[in-house]
């Protein structure tokens, strides 16, 4: 089996991969706060832990993953955002939550083991680990004061604080310009819960009315799902600090370990045509938008081009250059295809997702005439021929063959299929390829 190398953020180095169990190794990554459409940006943790979940799945055996990816439903992004569209936050959170479904299902992502909402862990039953317990635990401990209707947890009773980002607390205080709240003991500490004001949404608990802070679900649902201490945490760069420092955190001082996770993995920021991406320049790009434009798996393998340390850059050129590439790929591919992905691409991204090399293997392959290696290595990316067969069929205006004939070949095609001859369905595949292709 090859070693699986991941760079850990904790220790500054690559790693060997070792679970903490092998026939059930744990995953959690950071989901979207669910107050608008996604954006390109947000795509990228997505895709990228896809794929680590995919190559888990391949290495240790599909039962022996478990992956939380949560849904973040209580925010003050979302309150305002309900109050100005004049609807209840549920029925923002529910259309903005099934939207992100549609969009990382139409880029062909697998759906993570378990998606758990924040909401459906603030207070749960007396056996079951939610946000008030892990809260009460440490007020227990000597890790967190109420103070003003708020919770705060006291960074000063962690020695650790700051390990992930590699900040001293010193440092920090020294840098913190927020003017501090009067109920804070040190201007580090950060919200565990807090007081709602009449109108927002609010929880009993055992000090008042409120609701929890933003960290406070991601220690609280990890550990319901996965256990004190699991193998993988992931997210964006941007979320080592604070929201990843926070949660060590709650969850060391919590559960009384040395750790919450064993490796901590981000991802690089995403820029749009060589500019940082935002409402106000004008280059914000929701996933849908693309999606409207560009079958999912070609926004995917777009994902792929640069290694996910790195920053990328979305631009319409890669975008047309990943199209190319998928459908050279899929004309190459036989329609049989291997059981399992060819042993370079596997290599490739056990080397920490070498996404760039596991692209260039591809490339190999292609040429050296491995047909069903080619076929095996898309499908086990999870790469859909059907879908970008249509598409293409749909909307590249330089096909070699007519509307009508492209229409007749769907037809027959989809009337194969619905009797379930696959074997037809697949040769008229192949026949559109090889004349779409001339
Ligand atoms: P948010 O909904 O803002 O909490 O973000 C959800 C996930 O998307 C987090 O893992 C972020 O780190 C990630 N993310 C947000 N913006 C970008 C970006 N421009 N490039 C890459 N990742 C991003
Ligand atoms: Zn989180």
Not at 2 to 16: I, P, V
Not at 19 to 48: L, Q, S
Not at 125 to 130: F, M, T
Not at 131 to 140: D, F, G, N, Q
Request: with cysteine; proline share 5%; aromatic share 8%.
């Amino acid at each position: 089996m090859t070693t699986l190398k991941l760079y850990n953020s904790l220790t500054r180095a690559k790693e060997d991969f070792a679970p903490i169990d092998p026939t059930d190794v744990r995953m959690y990554v950071c989901g979207p706060t669910v107050y608008d459409r996604a954006h390109i940006g947000n795509a990228r943790p997505v895709i990228i832990f896809d794929l680590l979940f995919r190559l888990l799945r391949q290495t240790y055996g599909e039962d022996a993953v478990t992956y939380v990816r949560n849904i973040t439903d209580v925010d003050d992004k979302i309150n305002a955002r309900a109050a100005e569209r004049g609807i209840t936050i549920r029925e923002l959170t529910e259309a903005t939550a099934a939207g992100f479904h549609q969009d990382v299902a139409d880029l062909g992502c697998l759906s993570p083991t378990h998606e758990p909402r924040a909401t459906d862990y603030i207070c749960r039953g007396a056996d079951e680990l939610d946000m008030i317990k892990v809260v009460e635990r440490l007020i227990a401990g000597g890790h967190a004061y109420a103070a003003d209707g708020h919770v705060l947890f006291d960074v000063a009773s962690m020695p650790a604080y700051g390990k992930l980002a590699r900040r001293s607390l010193d440092e920090m205080e020294a840098g913190a310009r927020v003017e501090v709240a009067s109920y804070k003991k040190g201007p580090m500490d950060f919200v565990l819960w807090k007081p709602s004001k009449e109108g927002e949404p609010a929880w009993e608990s055992p000090w008042g009315q409120g609701r929890p802070g933003w960290h406070l679900e991601c220690s609280a649902m990890s550990a319901a799902l996965l256990g004190e201490v699991f193998d993988i945490h992931g997210g964006g760069i941007d979320l080592i600090f604070p929201h990843h420092e926070n949660e060590i955190a709650q969850s060391t001082c919590c559960f009384g370990h040395d750790r919450m996770a064993n490796v901590w993995m981000h991802n690089g920021f995403l820029q749009v045509e060589g500019e940082k991406m935002a409402k106000s320049a004008g280059n914000f790009v929701t996933i849908r938008e693309i999606l409207n434009d560009w079958p999912g798996d070609v926004a995917r393998l777009a994902m792929y081009s640069a290694h996910y340390r790195q920053p990328i850059n979305w631009t319409l050129k890669s975008l047309q250059e990943a199209e190319r590439t998928l459908a050279g790929w899929f004309e190459a591919a036989a329609s049989e295809a291997d059981a399992r992905p060819a042993p370079g691409v596997v290599e490739a991204l056990a080397d920490d997702l070498n996404t760039p090399k596991m692209i260039a293997e591809i490339h190999r392959l292609k040429s050296e005439g491995g047909r069903k290696a080619l076929a095996g290595t898309l499908k086990f990316l999870g790469f859909r021929p059907e879908v970008f067969a249509d598409w293409r069929a749909a909307n590249a205006p330089e096909l070699a063959i007519s509307e009508a004939e492209i229409e007749r070949l769907i037809d027959a095609r989809l009337a194969a299929r619905r009797e379930k001859n696959f074997a037809e369905a697949d040769r008229i595949r192949d026949e559109f390829w090889r004349r779409a292709s001339c």
